[in-house]
């Protein structure tokens, strides 16, 4: 059984998973960062407020024994108030797009460049294994 699982890590399909899961998370810590740190606080300031992810609607009651700030999203939040928290919502979709367009032109750039090297001209994988098997048809 052993045996069995190193042969499926060892396949490549799995250890380029792998690799693409690893850098994809460390690449949507940057897209986070860029959306937290930079575009949303422009977003806010455009809109009056510092930190747009704090947008909130309170629903109901406040819960007893909260005695913090009726302001505060992320402590009521933790106190188990009830709140609708569309700024932090809207955070989120806007990283996401971010994030989406980035992996669009990634994409769009490789796509270039495969497309380039195709149209460079040299044989084909198609024209090579044609030749390689006329070659030993012959002898």
């Known amino acids: 059984m052993l045996a ?17 899961v690893i850098i994809g998370a460390a ?13 949303m606080p422009v977003v806010g300031w455009i809109f009056g407020g510092l930190d ?35 700024g932090e919502f809207v955070t989120v979709v806007i990283n996401f797009l971010i994030l989406a367009f980035i992996i669009f032109l990634l994409v769009k750039w490789v796509s270039k460049l495969m497309r380039r090297r195709d149209e460079a001209g040299g044989p084909t994988e198609i024209a090579l294994l044609t030749e390689i098997r006329d070659e030993l048809k012959r002898r």
């Open 4 to 20: 069995e699982f190193r042969a499926f890590i060892a396949k490549g399909n799995v250890l380029d998973l792998a690799v693409a």
């Open 27 to 39: 690449f949507a810590k940057i897209a986070s960062s860029l959306t937290e740190d930079i575009i």
């Open 52 to 86: 747009f992810s704090s947008y909130f609607l309170l629903l109901g009651a406040v819960p007893d024994g909260y005695h913090g700030s009726l302001k505060d999203y992320a402590a009521l939040k933790a106190a188990g108030a009830p709140v609708l928290g569309w």
